[in-house]
């Protein structure tokens, strides 16, 4: 799936915009501050309808506007495709896929895969375990559409555990119920579990190959750190089993696949407490690239990858390995403030938009 063209009205710093994409490499240039990370995000928030860059999506709507509409077409082998968004602060969103209304875009064919490259997206690699599960999922989601369920299964499961935990302590139920839920969870557990290191295992091969390709020195590693120990259901029970007095003073279950982690390693070392910030920039696009290849190589086509000022710190030498990577397969977009700084952006095939006083601009700057 392929994206051809994005249409805005009141995005942002932009009142209105109407860009074409490239099928392969789309190079996005101004000046900082003129507005091209924000033209990234009303892609991102076109394709899912929701914002890679704040959880206050009243944010996107340009001041002074009341509302945001974005159009984006598509194009696969069955034809054209048009996703539209329409977002008022207070009101539903307004979901289309093929002019039909959706719930949401997270199983909507006829939109285009998507992965994003923000300088704020370094939380992944610092922040709490939650986002690394969080994302880990969402891959998984990617790889195996069937399998999106297991985890809303288990988190189902352990909000049930966790209300009884709560009756339990409360005087309001008994501990007769709890083997019932721990063996629920622990299904669904075993099963998520299994899922996010098959995931992960696909991932560290290439992930180690782009990080030493973008010049991240030392032994590089992607590792899932599960918190079970568990093989198999009965594995997990028994360890929920072990620890209900210490949930039951805590009032809610402390072991599972929801404490889980995703570590990034170089020479053995944690990046988030080891690793410069450039060393943290390259380790989250050696997985962001390595997650493309991947979909790429089971769902048979590569997400949209949009990436925000990545060259800024890279040689001339990973500039331009980055760079033969993308125009190799699949469809990018990338930002820069020198069209310079992104080698082969001279070439015919690349689209090419300039961001000037509020402006996106099909070409090259005058």
């Known amino acids: ?70 159009e984006l077409a598509c194009e696969d082998a069955l034809g054209r495709h048009e996703i539209s968004v329409g977002f008022k602060p207070g009101d539903a969103k307004r979901l289309k896929a093929d002019g039909a209304p959706v719930d949401n875009l997270v199983g909507v064919s006829a939109r285009p895969l998507v992965s994003v490259f923000l300088p704020d997206r370094l939380e992944l690699v610092l922040g709490a375990p939650a986002l690394r599960r969080s994302h880990l999922d969402q891959v998984v989601a990617a790889l195996w559409p069937a399998r999106a369920g297991t985890r809303r299964a288990y988190s189902a499961a352990l909000a049930q555990r966790n209300a009884l935990l709560a009756s339990i302590r409360a005087g309001r139920a008994s501990k007769a119920s709890l083997p019932a839920w721990d063996a629920e969870l622990a299904r669904h557990g075993i099963a998520l579990m299994a899922d996010r290191d098959a995931t992960v295992e696909r991932l560290r091969p290439r992930f180690a190959e782009h990080a030493a390709g973008l010049g991240l020195e030392g032994e590089v590693e992607l590792r899932y750190r599960p918190r079970s120990k568990a093989a198999d259901a009965a594995g997990l029970v028994a360890e929920l089993a072990e620890r209900v007095e210490s949930d039951l003073e805590r009032g809610f279950t402390g072991h599972g696949p929801h404490r889980d982690d995703l570590a990034f390693r170089r020479e053995g070392r944690e990046l988030r407490a080891y690793g410069s910030r450039g060393q943290q920039r390259l380790g989250l696009l050696s997985l962001l690239l390595a997650e493309r290849e991947e979909l790429a190589a089971e769902r048979g086509s590569a997400p949209l990858l949009l990436l925000d000022d990545v060259m800024s710190e890279l040689d001339a030498t990973r500039r331009e390995r980055l760079t033969s990577l993308l125009r190799r397969d699949g469809q990018a977009v990338i930002t820069t403030t020198e069209l310079e700084h992104v080698p082969g952006s001279d070439a015919d095939d690349v689209e090419k938009i300039f961001i000037e006083g509020g402006r996106a601009l099909q070409g090259v700057e005058a």
């Open 1 to 70: 799936m392929i994206a051809t063209r994005l249409s805005l009205r009141d995005f942002r710093s932009y009142s209105a915009a109407d860009v074409r994409l490239g099928p392969g490499l789309t190079v996005v240039s101004g000046r900082n501050g003129a507005g091209k990370t924000n033209l990234l995000e009303a892609i991102y928030f076109a394709c899912t309808g929701r914002s890679c860059r704040t959880a206050n999506e009243r944010e996107v709507v340009r001041f002074g506007a009341e509302l945001t509409r974005l």
